[in-house]
């Protein structure tokens, strides 16, 4: 079956971390670059970190410093760790795989971050 799942979204408080993972099947993994989306409510989705297939990585300037995308291709997982977590980080956050070579785009279906003291 081809899919996305995310897991490891939660609540957690103001400065603290959190780890997202999203493990794919049914896809060759190496041949997909993966990003990490999220939507806050009443805002559009945006672009939060970028892993290629060759590993280079790229991030929004809100979370640069503070989030690190990374990929494991044995368990065909894609991880995003978040620290120093802010309140304005609070969104559903969604893993996306976009095919280096077919432009094909798949999605999983979210995990919400509640930051909040």
């Known amino acids: 079956q081809v899919q996305l799942v995310e897991s490891g979204g939660g609540l957690v408080q103001p400065g603290g971390s959190l780890r997202l993972s999203c493990a794919a099947s049914?896809?060759?993994?190496?041949?997909?670059?993966m990003n990490w989306y999220r939507q806050a409510p009443g805002n559009q989705r945006e672009l939060v970190a970028t892993?290629?297939?060759?590993?280079?990585?790229n991030y929004a300037e809100s979370v640069k410093g503070r989030f690190t995308i990374s990929r494991d291709s044995v368990r065909s997982t894609v991880y995003l760790q978040m620290n120093s977590l802010k309140p304005e980080d609070t969104a559903n956050y969604y893993c996306?795989?976009?095919?280096?070579?077919?432009?094909?785009?798949?999605w999983g279906q979210g995990t919400q971050v509640t930051v909040s003291s």
């Open positions: 996306n795989a976009h095919g280096r070579w077919s432009g094909r785009d798949l």
């Open positions: 892993i290629t297939s060759d590993g280079s990585t």
């Open positions: 049914g896809i060759i993994f190496s041949n997909n670059h």
